[in-house]
């Protein structure tokens, strides 16, 4: 059982950036692969990122490739997600997932964080 829960959220401007955190608790945090899952508004939830439990396995949606920036500090059981030059279309609540595949979410999930994006 992991528990997960986002931070970091909130407006910004186009160009703008911003980092979300998630927080996990539970014994297995550091040898668990996390991910980052979002979905706009009308729209199914897309996967957007993931790591290995040992920070290998990075990889990222191709629209973000680039832009966002995925890291772990298991030390913290903390994931990142660093997000540069956002967009409008970036405008979305964004999700930590637990226990992730290659894309595919694992069985637990964060509340979510809202992150919106003006032009």
């Known amino acids: 059982q992991v528990y997960v829960m986002e931070s970091g959220g909130g407006s910004v401007q186009a160009g703008g950036s911003l980092r979300l955190s998630c927080v996990g608790a539970?014994?297995?945090?550091?040898?668990?692969?996390m991910g980052w899952f979002r979905q706009a508004s009308g729209r199914e939830r897309e996967f957007v990122a993931r790591?290995?439990?040992?920070?290998?396995?990075?990889d990222y949606i191709e629209t973000v490739r680039g832009r966002f920036t995925i890291s772990r500090d298991n030390a913290k059981n903390t994931v990142y997600l660093e997000m540069n030059n956002l967009k409008p279309e970036d405008t979305a609540v964004y999700y930590c997932?637990?226990?992730?595949?290659?894309?595919?979410?694992?069985?637990?999930w964060g509340p979510g964080t809202q992150v919106t994006v003006s032009s």
């Open positions: 997932n637990a226990g992730i595949g290659l894309t595919r979410p694992g069985p637990w």
């Open positions: 539970g014994a297995s945090f550091s040898r668990t692969d």
């Open positions: 790591i290995g439990w040992d920070s290998s396995g990075i």
